[in-house]
Each structure stands twice: as structure tokens, then as C-alpha cells.
């Protein structure tokens, strides 16, 4: 018969513990699910039982990650709990405790902003550092709503004085035209997932305001041509489905006391298949200049539902000649 293993995690209170576990144990049960363990609440701690040590080991790991954000003052939500048993089990519970220390001075809804993978993390530290940072990489690793995040602090710090949010309106052609109302109305469906990233970091109120003395700009690529943005923080989403001639346009606005964020995904581009895309392009062409820094995620940056992070892998892992030829829109993360 298998020797039962336990490992004790000290606690500082029973108010601690019940914050761990989540109202009703829903973050417990979240661990519970994960793991072939069971956890025993004691007087000096928690005890944690089954047969497998490197589970129990696994377990106590991301108990302690999540007990020290608790004792620092962070709220803890399902989500949290679930990206400390991902790290847990892949090892890297220290370095996603070293991106989470970073935060950015913008709460949302669910809090203080921060970064929660060490590829997010260097992805801010680049923004902090360069005037103009790329951000590539699949969707769900937080590529815009992090670069909206800079911008918001940026603005709200006095370091800019507006905030420009642009997309490419890929369909402005034939499908477009089909849309009901005035260019306005056609475009909207295309900008409202910057909107949506925008609502999650101010009020309402606060928005419209700023929306209306034109401090905070959505709009279409297009409108960018012929202007010289100067003090302000410039987003280009879903930059896989600009042209060649689109990125050149948008990067060459870029004026005085600016910075850019250009975000997008290699793979999803929905540009016709004899038209290259801009962000692809600007890999090669920008890569040696220096200001400029490639920021490169992975499935393992990717903070949405967990099935994601398996759906990524999955479809990388298909080989190159088996791939559909038909091409889809990222969404913008969350």
C-alpha cells in the first residue's frame, strides 16, 4: 500500500484561509479539480494530503503565491487561482510572482492592472523603455488591453495629453457597404472591443468626457493619413490587417513626446491572400532599429480560459501542409 504524503502551509488567521478558499470554497474546489488532493484546515495551517509528493509540493507552491498577494492587499479571483496552478505545474510559480510585483497605476474592475506572465512583463517594461513596441503573438495573451492600460496611465499621469486607439476596418470595401447607417455606424462594430477595454478601465461618464473634448480618439486607420500626432499615446490593434502601406502611414504619424503600441497576430491575418500584411512586413524591415523592440508572446502568456492556452498549442502543433487556407479575426483580449 502507497504511504499517504502531507505538507503543512502555515497560516497567519482563519479570515486568511477563508479568503484563500473563495466564498463557498469555489477556489479550493478550483484546486481540488486540478489535483488528486484534499485539503484539511487546522488550526496553525493547512494540511495538504495524497500520494503523489510532487502534486502536494505543486499544490503548496501555488497556495503560498496566492497567500502572499492576500497578505500584500491584492484581491484574488478565480482566474488568479487558475494561473497559479498553471505555473505551479509548469515550474514557474517564482516567475510569474516576479511579473505580478509590476502593476500599472490603473484599476479596473477587477482591480489594479498587472502583468501576470513574465512575457507580459517584459512586455511593459518595453513600453516603459521605447517610443515604439510591437506586441505580437496569439490572442488571449493581453497583447491590447495592457497596451491600453499604458496609454490610460500615461494619460491620467500628464505624460501625454491624448490617447489614440486605432484598428484597420479590413472590410471597408464590399462587405462594409452592407452594414445599416452612416460610416459611423459601419465602423463601430470593428472599434467596439476598444471600447469595451476602455469601459473596464474608467467610468462611463469619465469616457463620454474625454471622448467628446477628443482626449481619447477610436477611430479607423484611415483617419489616421495626413496627420502628425504629437504628445499622445497611439494603439494599433489588430495590426496583422493593415497593409504595407497602412503600417508605413501609421508608423510616420508618430510625433513629438509619442509613443505607439502596434499589437497583432502573425497568423490571423484577413488581408487577401495577394496582399502581405503590414505587421509581418515590419518584423523585417524594422527589426534593427533601435527605440524599436519585438515583443514576442506565447501560449504560455495567454490569460484567458485555459482551453485557449490548449487550442493554441494544438494548432500549432498541426503541420504547415495540413493547415486550412481560411483566415479569421483575432478578437482583442480582455
Known amino acids: 500500500m502507497r504511504k499517504r504524503e502531507s505538507l503543512k502551509v502555515p497560516m497567519q488567521s482563519n479570515a486568511e484561509a477563508q479568503t484563500l478558499f473563495g466564498q463557498g470554497d469555489v477556489f479550493l474546489k478550483i484546486v481540488e479539480d486540478n489535483f488528486n488532493i484534499r485539503v484539511i484546515q ?3 495551517g493547512l494540511e495538504i494530503l495524497g500520494d503523489n ?5 505543486q499544490v503548496a507552491k501555488a497556495f503560498e503565491s496566492l497567500l502572499n498577494r492576500i497578505r500584500s492587499g491584492q484581491r484574488i479571483n478565480a482566474n488568479d487561482v487558475k494561473y497559479a496552478i498553471r505555473a505551479s505545474k509548469h515550474n514557474r510559480i517564482d516567475q510569474m510572482d516576479e511579473a505580478m510585483s509590476e502593476s500599472i497605476p490603473v484599476f479596473s474592475k477587477r482591480g489594479v492592472v498587472r502583468p501576470k506572465t513574465p512575457g507580459q512583463k517584459r512586455y511593459i517594461e518595453a513600453i516603459k523603455t521605447n517610443d515604439l513596441v510591437f506586441g505580437i503573438g496569439p490572442a488571449g495573451t493581453g497583447k491590447t488591453y495592457l497596451a491600453m492600460a499604458m496609454a490610460v496611465a500615461a494619460l491620467k499621469s500628464a505624460q501625454v495629453s491624448r490617447i489614440i486607439l486605432t484598428r484597420p476596418a479590413v472590410e471597408a470595401g464590399e462587405k462594409l457597404g452592407f452594414l445599416p447607417g452612416d460610416i459611423a455606424a459601419k465602423i463601430d462594430p470593428y472599434l467596439r472591443p476598444l471600447y469595451d477595454a476602455l469601459y473596464d478601465m474608467m467610468s462611463p461618464e469619465a469616457l463620454e468626457r474625454y471622448i467628446e473634448r ?7 486607420i484611415a483617419f489616421m493619413r495626413g496627420r502628425t500626432l504629437n504628445n499622445s499615446f497611439v494603439v494599433l490593434d489588430e495590426a496583422q490587417n493593415a497593409t504595407i502601406e497602412q503600417m508605413k502611414m501609421f508608423l510616420t504619424r508618430l510625433g ?5 503600441v502596434v499589437t497583432g497576430d502573425i497568423t490571423q491575418t484577413d488581408l487577401p491572400t495577394n496582399r502581405v500584411s503590414g505587421l509581418a512586413d515590419a518584423q523585417f524591415v524594422l527589426s534593427d ?3 524599436i523592440e519585438f515583443i514576442y508572446f506565447s501560449s504560455e502568456d495567454v490569460v484567458r480560459h485555459e482551453l485557449v492556452q490548449q487550442v493554441i498549442e494544438a494548432y500549432e502543433r498541426r503541420p504547415n501542409d495540413s493547415r486550412d487556407t481560411g483566415k479569421s ?3 482583442s483580449e480582455p
Open 42 to 44: 487546522k488550526s496553525d
Open 53 to 57: 509528493l510532487d502534486e502536494i509540493h
Open 214 to 220: 477628443n482626449v481619447i480618439e477610436v477611430a479607423p
Open 256 to 260: 513629438f513626446d509619442s509613443k505607439a
Open 289 to 291: 532599429i533601435k527605440g
Open 329 to 331: 479575426s483575432e478578437e
